[in-house]
Nanobody
């Protein structure tokens, strides 16, 4: 069993930045992948970024590429999502998810462990 907790959400004006942190506990060992998904009002869940531990490989959805960065955090059981140049359309609930082996954020079916989510609100 793997438990994930997201933190770092909040409210920010357009053009601002936020860093989200995903921290997990439990039996998640390499190789594994950690991804961020978001659910915006009236939209389908979107996989926006993922990190594959074994190679440090990353994936970004076109909607965030160049503005968001996913990387391992300060502790071995954390992954950060650094978000820059935020737009109102980035508003939503952001979820962290983990998968054993390699899956990227475009393959949500591979992620079996999910956090409860953290809210990000970007005002214009």
């Amino acid at each position: 069993q793997v438990d994930l907790v997201e933190s770092g959400g909040g409210s920010v004006q357009a053009g601002g930045s936020l860093t989200l942190t995903c921290e997990w506990s439990g039996d998640l060992y390499a190789p594994y992948s950690v991804a961020w998904f978001r659910q915006s009002p009236g939209k389908e869940r979107e996989g926006i970024a993922s990190y594959y531990y074994n190679y440090g490989a990353t994936y970004y959805a076109p909607s965030v590429k160049g503005r968001f960065t996913i990387a391992q955090g300060a502790h071995a059981n954390t992954v950060n999502l650094e978000m820059y140049s935020l737009k109102p359309e980035d508003t939503g609930t952001y979820y962290c998810a983990a998968a054993r082996y390699y899956f990227n954020a475009a393959e949500p079916q591979g992620f079996h462990y999910w956090g409860q989510g953290t809210q990000v609100t970007v005002s214009s």
